[in-house]
């Protein structure tokens, strides 16, 4: 796997239309000849414009107020910047399973034991789980269509939600399988295929970390571990990448760079 090329908030239509996109606050700022840019941003006042980038992308951001110093600061894309996360966690979570289990396959080895590594592969790899499927959460609430309006019929009545109410209250299985396929007219999950099975994979598994179920005889804990050590995350990685060049072509891109970290 190659990491992405790194996008921020409202990547294509700034690289359409940017140029002519500012704060109304920005742009009312009287510019002296010898421009302060520090006044100019304290006084946007906590609002939001763009910076162009050295490729002369247009990048949006926001101004951060850092104990009087003012900067601009680039949002990302949080479904790649979670995915971007993900991969990073999934290159260390690699070395540290190999650390793992050289460490413990044998028992009556002479060598020093590092019982951390337990605790960082565990980390790692939850992490990554976690990140990964906060991407895809990301990314299927960004693509719901402001206007669209889901309509769940009943006998007794009819429910009506509107984008924020399906973000809020919809399960996500149900934007997936339900919402989607509705508000844009194609369907991922019409048939089971290979890249269907592992993002469900990716949900049992992320569900049974963050709500990890206590037992007494640990064995939630080590099946737990056990999914993590044997979870097919190159894989998994595809299929997330195909769900979304699904329904936003080139979204997700491979870096230019020669770097494979």
């Not at 951001?61 to 680039?74: A, R």
């Not at 924020?164 to 989607?180: G, H, R, S, T």
Request: proline share 3%; glycine share 4%.
């Amino acid at each position: 796997m190659k990491h992405i090329k790194k996008k921020f908030l409202f990547h294509e239509f700034l690289q359409e239309r940017g140029d002519n996109i500012f704060t109304k606050e920005l742009e009312e700022i009287p510019l002296p000849q010898n421009i302060d840019l520090q006044k100019i941003l304290k006084g946007t006042k906590g609002q939001v414009g763009i910076i162009k980038s050295t490729n002369d992308e247009n990048i949006f951001s926001m101004v951060y107020n850092d104990s009087g110093t003012y900067c601009m600061i680039p949002i990302p894309d949080f479904s790649l910047m979670n995915y971007h996360q993900a991969y990073k966690n999934n290159i260390d979570r690699k070395e540290l399973r190999k650390e793992l289990i050289r460490h413990f396959k044998d028992l009556k080895s002479e060598e020093y034991k590092n019982f951390a590594f337990a605790y960082e592969f565990q980390g790692c790899a939850s992490a990554c789980i976690i990140m990964l499927f906060t991407s895809l959460e990301c990314f299927v609430n960004d693509i719901i269509p402001a206007d669209f309006k889901y309509i769940v019929p009943d006998t007794k009545r009819t429910e009506i939600y509107n984008k924020e109410q399906i973000q809020e209250f919809i399960p996500f299985m149900d934007k997936l399988k339900k919402v989607l396929p509705h508000a844009l007219g194609k369907d991922f999950f019409s048939k089971q295929t290979t890249s269907t099975s592992h993002i469900y994979n990716l949900k049992d598994l992320r569900n049974a970390i963050v709500h990890t179920k206590s037992d007494p005889t640990g064995q939630n804990h080590a099946e737990i571990l056990k999914k993590l050590l044997n979870f097919k995350y190159d894989e998994t990685f595809k299929a997330i990448t195909t769900y979304f060049n699904f329904h936003k072509e080139g979204f997700v891109e491979d870096c230019s760079c020669d770097e494979d970290w």
